[in-house]
């Protein structure tokens, strides 16, 4: 269960994680500045288990893989929005970030700093502080076997073990 952060429409990759930041790869450090320009500080109040709920079109922009890095090593255990930049979409299960597509008027009624939880087998998400419940879309099934997994990279390299 976590905290809800509530974001607009069009949150673009620049305002997830500002491009002079990107001269690391190390998630740790990346997720100290998430929303540095857009929001400062919140990188600092979030913590392990929120949840980032956002408008349509969350992670437009450039296609770099260190926006979902960042917020996954922030402690976002999931963002749900009504639709995704495709290839945020993409890059969100390659590292291993959990984002559920929710429909517009489910996350238009949801509050900043609402309780909310995910149960993925009712494909779910439980808002403790209203006690409402909203339906996402369903995970494709080899997207969540990359969750499953941790990522792309965790997934290619059980697949490569026993080649020799």
């Not at 939880?117 to 369903?138: C, G, M, P």
Request: net charge negative; hydrophobic share 40%; proline share 2%.
């Amino acid at each position: 269960m976590g905290r809800a952060w509530k974001f607009g429409d069009n949150i673009d990759t620049d305002v997830i994680i500002a491009a002079r930041y990107l001269n690391t790869s190390d998630g740790k450090e990346l997720a100290k500045k998430i929303f540095e320009d857009g929001r400062k500080g919140v990188a600092q109040l979030i913590q392990h288990g929120d949840f980032i709920v956002a408008g349509d079109n969350f992670g437009c922009g450039s296609s770099r893989e260190h926006a979902p890095l960042a917020l996954r090593e922030a402690g976002i255990r999931a963002v749900l929005a009504p639709y995704f930049a495709r290839i945020f979409y993409r890059n969100a299960f390659n590292t291993g970030l959990l984002i559920l597509e929710i429909d517009k008027s489910s996350i238009d009624s949801i509050n900043e700093g609402d309780e909310l939880d995910v149960d993925l087998s009712s494909q779910r998400v439980v808002n403790k502080t209203q006690n409402i419940e909203y339906n996402f879309h369903a995970i494709p099934p080899f997207m969540q076997e990359l969750l499953d997994m941790g990522g792309l990279m965790q997934y290619a390299k059980s697949k490569i073990v026993n080649i020799r």
